[in-house]
Nanobody, 119 residues
Framework: QVQLVESGGGLVQAGGSLRLSCAASGRPFSSYDMGWFRQAPGKEREFVAGIIWIGALTTIADSVRGRFTISRDNAKNTVYLQMNSLKPEDTAVYSC????????????WGQGTQVSVSS
């Protein structure tokens, strides 16, 4: 089992920045690929960013490319999502997820953290 706890959400004005953190515990963190997802009210959950276990390869959704950056610190068992130039449409609950390296499905999910961007 892997336990994931997100933090860093909040209310910010458009154009501002936030950094989300996701602390992992349980299995060896470095064995897992990590991802960030978000779900806005009335919308389906969407992929935001992913990073493989060694951190050398990242994937960013088109909607946030150039504004969001994903990174990880395996020594701290933590993955980050740096969000810059935030827009009101970025408002959502952001959740981190983990999957064993190479797996297709994310098996473990955090409880989510609310990000609200005012115009």
């Amino acid at each position: 089992q892997v336990q994931l706890v997100e933090s860093g959400g909040g209310l910010v004005q458009a154009g501002g920045s936030l950094r989300l953190s996701c602390a992992a515990s349980g299995r060896p963190f470095s064995s897992y690929d990590m991802g960030w997802f978000r779900q806005a009210p009335g919308k389906e959950r969407e992929f935001v960013a992913g990073i493989i276990w060694i951190g050398a390869l990242t994937t960013i959704a088109d909607s946030v490319r150039g504004r969001f950056t994903i990174s990880r610190d395996n020594a701290k068992n933590t993955v980050y999502l740096q969000m810059n130039s935030l827009k009101p449409e970025d408002t959502a609950v952001y959740s981190c997820a983990a999957r064993f390296s190479g797996a297709r499905v994310y098996d473990y999910w955090g409880q989510g953290t609310q990000v609200s961007v005012s115009s």
